[in-house]
């Protein structure tokens, strides 16, 4: 039986995740995920990402970062975006949300969702949104953790491999 736990990482436990992070986040690049970045992208450059953008914003107090361990291994993690505009006080934001390749299908991801959910109700949110590539595999995962899609944009962003553009569906959910 496997067993999967989710963790929020407080201040001082983010460098002692970076490394592991990092390298989720570049297998989930170069497995093809759309989550900002492009094809090559090394565990290096998700490192500069962490340090650069993710980890000053959780220090501050403004982004929740989750992870997840599968039977004791760090194996995905999303990120709750919590400082928007100020006529926005009452949302916050999915971000980032990866799961490694060899551990997807096994209940991780909706694990992370049902915790980034319960992260946004205890910040006091009633309003959670997200974007994801349209028809991508995680949408069903959206769906399913109860998010609705409140619209679609054609020719959002760029494929990681830079081949396509690729439209992107709005979702929320109120809790």
């Known amino acids: 039986m496997t067993s999967i736990s989710i963790q929020s990482l407080a201040a001082d436990e983010l460098d002692a995740h970076a490394d592991r992070l990092a390298g989720i986040m570049a297998q989930t690049v170069e497995d093809g995920a759309a989550i900002g970045f492009m094809q090559p992208f090394s565990a290096a450059d998700a490192l500069a990402f962490l340090a650069g953008q993710v980890f000053p914003e959780v220090r501050a107090g403004r982004r929740k970062l989750l992870i997840a361990h599968l039977d004791g291994q760090t194996v995905g993690s999303v990120q709750l975006i919590l400082a928007l505009p100020p006529n926005q006080p009452h949302r916050c934001e999915v971000a980032k949300m990866m799961v490694s390749p060899q551990a ?40 399913a953790a109860g998010f609705e899609t409140a619209g679609v944009i054609p020719g959002f962003a760029r494929d990681p491999d830079g081949r396509a553009l690729h439209a992107t569906t709005y979702m929320y959910k109120t809790v």
């Open 104 to 143: 997807r299908r096994k209940g991780v991801g909706r694990a992370l969702m049902r915790a980034v959910v319960d992260e946004a109700r205890a910040a006091g949110k009633t309003l959670v949104t997200l974007d994801t590539r349209t028809g991508d595999k995680a949408e069903p995962l959206y769906r």
